[in-house]
Nanobody, 125 residues
């Protein structure tokens, strides 16, 4: 089992920035690709970003490309999501997830086995 705990969410004005963190425990963190997803009220959970276990590759949804950056520190068992130029459409609960699937980059939430509890991000316009 992998336990994931997100933090860093909050209320921010449009154009502002936030950095989300997700700390993993329970298994060897560097064995897992990590992803960030988000779910706005009344909508399906959607892919935001993913990173290979060695940090060599990262993938982004078109809606966040150029504004969000995923990174990880395997020594700290932590994955981050730096979010810049936030807008109201970014308002959602953000979840981190872990997988050993080679298709971690596909954006499919069913590729991920472990999920955090989520952290709320609210962008005011």
């Amino acid at each position: 089992q992998v336990q994931l705990v997100e933090s860093g969410g909050g209320l921010v004005q449009a154009g502002g920035s936030l950095r989300l963190s997700c700390v993993a425990s329970g298994r060897t963190f560097s064995n897992y690709a990590m992803g960030w997803f988000r779910q706005a009220q009344g909508k399906e959970r959607e892919f935001v970003a993913a990173m290979r276990r060695d940090s060599a590759l990262a993938y982004y949804a078109d809606s966040v490309k150029g504004r969000f950056t995923i990174s990880r520190d395997n020594a700290k068992n932590t994955v981050y999501l730096q979010m810049n130029s936030l807008n109201a459409e970014d308002t959602a609960v953000y979840y981190c997830a872990a997988t050993q699937s080679s298709r971690y980059y596909s954006g499919g939430r069913y590729e991920y086995d472990y999920w955090g509890q989520g952290t709320q991000v609210t962008v005011s316009s």
